[in-house]
C-alpha cells in the first residue's frame, strides 16, 4: 500500500463510484471489496498507479470542493472524453471544474493552460486567464485564440 491514500466516503453508493470511476480512466482498476453479507463496507481502486479506498459510511459526511481531483489532460480529446464522463449525473462548475454524479469534484485541466499561462509573455498569459474563466470545460483552441491576441 502507498504511504498517503485517499479516502472517500459516499452513502451507500461506494461500489457504484468504484465501478464508475475505473469504467471511466483507461489505466484502472478495482483492487478489493471488502463486505458484510451482500453490503459493501470498504473497497479500493487504482487510477494511473495512485490508490483510492472507498466507505460505504452513511449519510453523516458529504464531499465538497474544498478537495478535488485535478487531471492533467494532454489533448482536447482527453479533455472531452473525461468531462463528458464525469460530469453525466453531475454539475458543470466553472473553469475546467465539475462535480460528478456523486459529489465528487474534478478538474479537467489540459497541460496546455498552464504553458501558456507560465507564459513570458504577461500580456498573452492573461488574455488566457480571461478567456479561461469565461469557460466550463476548457476549450484548448479557444485558449490559443486568446494567447495569440
Not at 459493501?40 to 490508490?51: A, D, H, K, N, Y
Not at 483510492?52 to 449519510?59: A, E, S, W, Y
Not at 465528487?104 to 509573455?121: E, F, R, T, V, Y
Request: charged letters at 20%; one cysteine or more.
Amino acid at each position: 500500500m502507498q504511504k498517503i491514500t485517499p479516502y472517500l466516503w459516499f452513502n451507500g453508493r461506494a461500489e457504484e463510484a468504484m465501478n464508475f470511476y475505473v469504467s471511466v480512466f483507461e489505466d484502472a482498476v478495482v483492487v478489493n471489496v471488502n463486505r458484510i453479507g451482500d453490503n459493501i463496507v470498504t473497497g479500493s481502486f487504482r487510477l494511473f498507479g495512485q490508490e483510492f479506498m472507498v466507505l460505504d459510511g452513511g449519510p453523516m459526511f458529504s464531499f465538497s470542493p474544498a478537495i478535488s481531483f485535478f487531471v492533467n489532460c494532454a489533448t482536447q480529446e482527453e479533455v472531452d472524453k473525461l468531462w463528458t464522463r464525469l460530469v453525466d449525473g453531475g454539475e458543470e462548475q466553472s473553469c475546467g471544474w465539475l462535480t460528478d454524479k456523486f459529489g465528487l469534484s474534478w478538474q479537467i485541466i489540459p497541460s496546455a493552460l498552464g504553458k501558456m499561462m507560465n507564459s513570458n509573455d504577461a500580456s498573452a498569459a492573461h488574455r488566457v486567464m480571461q478567456a479561461m474563466l469565461k469557460m466550463k470545460k476548457i476549450i484548448i483552441s479557444d485558449l490559443e485564440a486568446a494567447y495569440a491576441g
